[in-house]
């Protein structure tokens, strides 16, 4: 008697115990539903077009892909503009400051700063977004060769879009 | 399963197999360690910084694969009281945490030459330093008792709720966007790593997993052999030195108080 009672203070702690993590579980998902907003590091070119015009004053990050030969340095010599997207929608961007190593044509950035009044976005840091694809440079030479690089490149634009 | 938890039978069963799993670890190591500094590629865009990867994966993977373990062992001794349950829990946390700090020191030096920045509040580095304050946490609260029963019973809850944060590690680059990368090896069609490098990780991932044992075994082995002897001070085994003891602590009271009372 005595030991079916203790099974069942048991059963009824594993219960309780299943309850209370359910019931955490449940108010965590719905936090973090609720702030997505700002759970988000960056938003996409096309999130930037829908939220659009976006106040000046507000601080925002964009990531996206550098698009091929967008990048130059404007007349005074400091300013570097270039033009990021997630091949559905582009924001052009302008930024004076170093860039990271890893900054390049094609390559994935997150650019922190404010939207101007003409719709471009000014930086005030431009940091470099890493892809998940670790390989050796002769990989990736044959990888260009075969044509399987277009495939790697807007998986990576369609990450930057979600 | 009940029967296989006991302390004397952990004891029987881990002493054999401690020194094997030792050597183990050692040899997985040493080779995931020439593997990764050697005998692999370079990244064709980090170059040599892939080599931190060898380091901050297997760390990332034991944080969150020793707070999984003490979450369990949390449960079983919030449910069955089972004391063995609660001192691997208590191993765990300093390990796990060790882990997961490692985890967090690596990438920041990863992060600064490839991202430029030692760090950002995106959800991956976020909840990983939760997880790093999570296993921080657990350790003050079980210690903060004079009954340890009771330290058990809160960080044992701790590491229960603090479980829902595991997920959220793990699926934050997936569920969000993040600055730092969506997962290279365990994903939905198969790893993002070429072969060559997966050699050096997951050497480096088995060795993390064995030394982890080593040291749990270990710590396991000397928080019972501490309770083991606490049992025999109580019980009078050491009767002949505590009276030597309480003599001294006499006499000195003794001159104490006489020379408070003049």
Redesign the interface.
Known sequence: MSLSRAKAR?RQ??YM?GA??LA??GA?ALL?TAF?DS????F?PTEIVEKSPIDPDQRLRI?GLVVEGSVAKLADGQTIAFVVTDMAESVSVSFQGI?????REGQGI?AEGHMSNDGTFIAS?????????????????SLKKSGYWEEIEAKNAE??R? | MHRFAKPSVFLKFTDPVLPWLAGVTALLIATGLYFALFAS??????GDT?RI?YIHVPAAWMGLFCYVGMAICG?MS???KHPLADICARATAPIGATFTALCLITGSLWGE?????WW????RLTSMLILLFLYLGYIALVNAFDDPERGSKAGSALA??G??NVP?VKFSVD?????H????IV?MDGP???P??QVPLALMILGFTCYYFVVLILRVRLELNERRIRALQLSGMFDQRSDQDSNNEQNYDAGHNAEAKP
Do not use: C
């Not at chain 1, 470099?128 to 990989?139: Q, S, T």
């Not at chain 2, 030459?113 to 920045?117: A, L």
């Open positions: 048991k702690r594993m115990i209370v993590l955490v579980a965590a973090l997505e759970v988000v590091f960056f996409s990531g860039l990271p190593d890893l900054f997150v840091e431009v940091l470099a977004k890493h892809d998940e694809n670790y390989m050796p440079p002769e990989v990736a030479e990450q930057m979600n | 590629p370079i990244d064709y865009q980090q892939v990867m449960a919030l449910i069955w030459p490839m991202w430029g920045t950002v509040w995106d959800a229960l709720i479980a829902v959220i569920w969000w966007n993040t600055l990368q969506p997962a290279s994903r993002s790593v070429d060559s490098m």
